[in-house]
C-alpha cells in the first residue's frame, strides 16, 4: 500500500510515520532520505518507537542531476525507473518490504519550458505505478509548503494522513 503522511514542517511528520509502520507491524525498514544532514533526526525518531532493524539510504546524486535534465516525457520515464530501481534494490538488499521517503517534496523533476502541472502529475503517476508493480509498502512524508498549494502525490495513494501543527493531530483523509 501507498501512504501518505503530509503537514507542515516540525509537526510530527516523522512521528507518525513511525506510528504506521509500528501498526502496520514492520519491525524493520529503510528510509529513503532526500536530504543529507539529518540522519541522527531520523534515527532518534524510530528508535523512540522500537524500530531498531532500519538502515537510512540516501537518494543518488545522479538522481538529483537527472532531475535536473527533464525535457519530455521519455526522459521523465528514465528518471523514474531510476529512482525505482535504488529504492528497490535497497530493500532488496535489508530484506524489508517497508520504505519511508522523506522528503518526497525534493522528488519530482525541475521542469523548464514545459507544462509543469502535466510532468509533475505524470511523475506521481508512474512512480507510484512502479512502486505498486514491487508488492511492498511505502510512506511518503510530504511537507506542505503554503496553504493554496496541491500536492499532487495525494492523487496516488491509497491512504491519505494530513497532521495539523497545532494540535498535532492526525486526520485520515482517504483510505480505500
Do not use: H
Amino acid at each position: 500500500m501507498l501512504y501518505l503522511v503530509i503537514g507542515e514542517k516540525g509537526s510530527g511528520l516523522l512521528r507518525q510515520s513511525a506510528e504506521i509502520a509500528k501498526t502496520l507491524g514492520y519491525n524493520s525498514l529503510i528510509i529513503i532520505s532526500t536530504l543529507k544532514g539529518v540522519d541522527e533526526n531520523l534515527k532518534m525518531v524510530f528508535e523512540t518507537y522500537d524500530l531498531n532493524s532500519f538502515e537510512i539510504y540516501q537518494v543518488s546524486e545522479e538522481y538529483f542531476e537527472m532531475r535536473l535534465n527533464v525535457k519530455d516525457l521519455k526522459t521523465l520515464k528514465k528518471l523514474v525507473k531510476r529512482l525505482v530501481s535504488e529504492i528497490t534494490l535497497e530493500m532488496r538488499k535489508l530484506n524489508v518490504g517497508l520504505a519511508v521517503i522523506y522528503r518526497t517534496n525534493d522528488l519530482p523533476p525541475v521542469v523548464t519550458g514545459y507544462d509543469r502541472n502535466v510532468i509533475i502529475e505524470e511523475f506521481w503517476r508512474m512512480l507510484t505505478a512502479d512502486l505498486r508493480l514491487t508488492e511492498n509498502d511505502f510512506i511518503f512524508v510530504c511537507e506542505t509548503l503554503g496553504e493554496d498549494e496541491r500536492e499532487v502525490v495525494s492523487l496516488f495513494v491509497d491512504v491519505e494522513v494530513r497532521i495539523t501543527s497545532k494540535e498535532r493531530t492526525p486526520v485520515i483523509l482517504r483510505e480505500y
